[in-house]
């Protein structure tokens, strides 16, 4: 089993940064890749960045490209979102998962930070 936390959220003016982490624990080993998502009340969970375990490959989402990056220290088992430049329609709670296979979905999910982003 894996586990993964979140931490870094908080409140922010627009145009500002904040870094997300995500540690994980337990079996990494079984961990192909990490995922950043985010939620808003009454509105889908949209996809924002993922980074593979193994060789750090990054995709991200179309609406944070050039202003978030995605990164991961593998001493400590633990994933970054590096947030700059937020506007206010990034406010939401930001969830890590992680996915134990390329074909598998992203299945551990951790308990969410809120980012709120202030105009």
């Known amino acids: 089993q894996v586990q993964l936390v979140e931490t870094g959220g908080g409140l922010v003016q627009a145009g500002g940064s904040l870094r997300l982490s995500c540690a994980a624990s337990g079996r990494t080993s079984s961990i192909y890749a990490i995922g950043w998502f985010r939620q808003v009340p009454g509105k889908e969970r949209e996809f924002v960045a993922t980074?593979?375990?193994?060789?750090?490959?990054?995709s991200y989402a179309e609406s944070v490209k050039g202003r978030f990056t995605i990164s991961r220290d593998s001493a400590k088992d633990t994933v970054y979102l590096q947030m700059n430049d937020l506007k206010p329609e990034d406010t939401a709670v930001y969830l890590c998962a992680a996915r134990p296979g390329r074909l598998y979905s992203f299945r551990t999910w951790g308990q969410g930070t809120q980012v709120t982003v202030s105009s």
């Open positions: 980074i593979t375990w193994s060789d750090s490959g990054t």
